[in-house]
């Protein structure tokens, strides 16, 4: 059975401030949560102690990035069994900021990948287009080359540590979505891809990111291969993203 997640990346964003504040909605509000979505934190990674509280059933804390080595002297770096340690249990890879903006590449992804499964963690594989790449009509293409590359380094009983969000790079920070057919139609694609690399791929989520809102979540959220979605400028209003929490669907096909 998939899991239905919905994940909140502040990026750079936040203070301890705004820990304490949404630390406090969301644990007043959890209990409300019935449809069966898990809940994931993902503060920069020096607030993942604070906001480690919450962690439960329905809530779970994550770090934006790992490094691609074991440990060592990488200054500035966090390694995957420090995330782990401090009690994280997912990490986001290959988000675009980090392709765009720190030359992460497919094989970069892959390292990455490797360290959080050797840890027991769970890898949020972040795959998406960019516009000149969508209307040349490369869409498809390109991230199913991402996800192969990116996950080039899983087998066996590891894919149970995937989750892959799309997230197409037009769509992230804009207040532009993918149309929620389009988001349907590239995550059966992407399903796809999975189950020719071997892969479980019916029991592996998948989660739409960009500019996913309360007031558009559920539309984008009904598609049958939508477990979830990754969000970022909305997770940082506690009242929003416990809403777009609240959209995932509780029959979803899982
Ligand atoms: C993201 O950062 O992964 C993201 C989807 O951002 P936003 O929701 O702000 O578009």
New binding site residues.
Partial sequence: MRRKIVAG?W?MNGSQGLVEDLVGYVRSQVSSLDNGVEAVIIPPALYVRDVQSLAGEQVAVGVQNVARWEAGAYTGEVSAAMARDCGCRYSLVG?SERRQLFGETDAVVAEKVVQLLSQDLIAIVCVGETLAEREAGQAQEVVAAQVKKGLAGVSGSAWRNIVVAY?PVW???TGKTATADDAQTMHRSIRDVLEALGAPADEISLLY????KADNAAALFAGPDVDGG?????SLVAKDFMSICQAMPADAES
Avoid at 209 to 212: E, K, Q
Wanted: net charge neutral; glycine share 32%; aromatic share 0%.
């Fill in positions: 990346n990026k988000h997230e769509a992230i920070g990111g960009g500019s996913v990754l969000i970022g400028g909305a």
